[in-house]
């Protein structure tokens, strides 16, 4: 594998290999930009005490799996950003009748445990699904913020020209006129400098920041 290919990996903030008969994921924690961690359904018997490297992940979903003791998984307690956890079907549950208080002290900052609001104890009608759609709006607004940004700065750009054009054109007007005008083109200059001076009174109160 390349330096390129290293590099465009390493980068990755969403990995889902999920149904597959996964059971070492020691090298995930080198994807160290992980925000999203889908490995449901797979052989997996423990979390690797690696995964604190992961410091960006958000949602781990590891469900449906092998985990058969609660030190299989006491990197929990290392991974401060992690908020979101699917955790169901895995035998170290099965006598557990109260595993969401207790993960939710294992890991501190842990919010939803298998889609149950670990403050309210509510059912949290978003699966790990809309999550991800969650994250996808939250980019798209972004983009758009920043394009809508782009735009006004362009469109203020734009009158700034048209100010100085008109005030480059107002000191034209204000030049004494000829002798030789007669009184009708004498008013309509007047008439033509009146709202000269209402545009530009008119941009500068409007469009200048």
């Known amino acids: 594998m390349n330096h390129c290919e290293n590099t465009i990996i390493g980068a990755l903030h969403l990995l889902r290999l999920t149904n597959n008969r996964i059971q070492d994921i020691q090298i995930i924690s080198h994807l160290t930009h992980l925000s999203e961690l889908y490995l449901a359904n797979n052989q997996i018997t423990c979390l690797p005490?690696?995964?604190?490297?992961?410091?960006?992940l958000q949602c781990l979903d590891i469900s449906n799996n092998s985990i058969?003791?609660?030190?299989?998984?006491?990197?929990?307690?290392?991974?401060?950003?992690?908020?979101?956890?699917?955790?169901?079907?895995?035998?170290?549950?099965?006598?557990?009748?109260?595993?969401?208080?207790?993960?939710?002290?294992?890991?501190?900052?842990?919010?939803?445990?298998?889609?149950?609001?670990?403050?309210?104890?509510d059912i949290?009608?978003?699966?790990?699904?809309?999550?991800?759609?969650?994250?996808?709006?939250?980019?798209?607004?972004?983009?758009?913020?920043?394009?809508?940004?782009?735009?006004?700065?362009?469109?203020?750009?734009q009158f700034h020209t048209i100010i100085n054009d008109l005030q480059k054109l107002?000191?034209?007007?204000?030049?004494?006129?000829?002798?030789n005008?007669?009184?009708?083109?004498?008013?309509?200059?007047?008439?033509?400098?009146?709202r000269l001076f209402q545009a530009l009174t008119f941009s500068e109160e409007n469009y200048q920041n």
């Not at 999550?131 to 809508?148: G, P, T």
């Not at 107002?170 to 002798?179: C, G, I, V």
């Open 49 to 56: 005490n690696s995964f604190h490297k992961l410091i960006e």
């Open 68 to 121: 058969q003791s609660w030190k299989d998984i006491d990197v929990l307690g290392r991974m401060n950003s992690l908020f979101i956890l699917h955790i169901n079907g895995n035998p170290l549950l099965s006598d557990e009748e109260n595993y969401i208080d207790k993960l939710s002290k294992l890991c501190l900052s842990l919010e939803i445990i298998d889609n149950v609001s670990v403050q309210t104890g």
């Open 124 to 157: 949290n009608i978003a699966p790990t699904e809309s999550y991800e759609q969650l994250m996808n709006i939250d980019k798209e607004l972004k983009d758009v913020d920043q394009s809508l940004e782009k735009s006004i700065t362009n469109i203020q750009d």
């Open 170 to 179: 107002s000191e034209w007007y204000n030049d004494e006129l000829p002798t």
């Open 181 to 194: 005008y007669s009184p009708e083109t004498n008013t309509s200059h007047r008439n033509s400098k009146h």
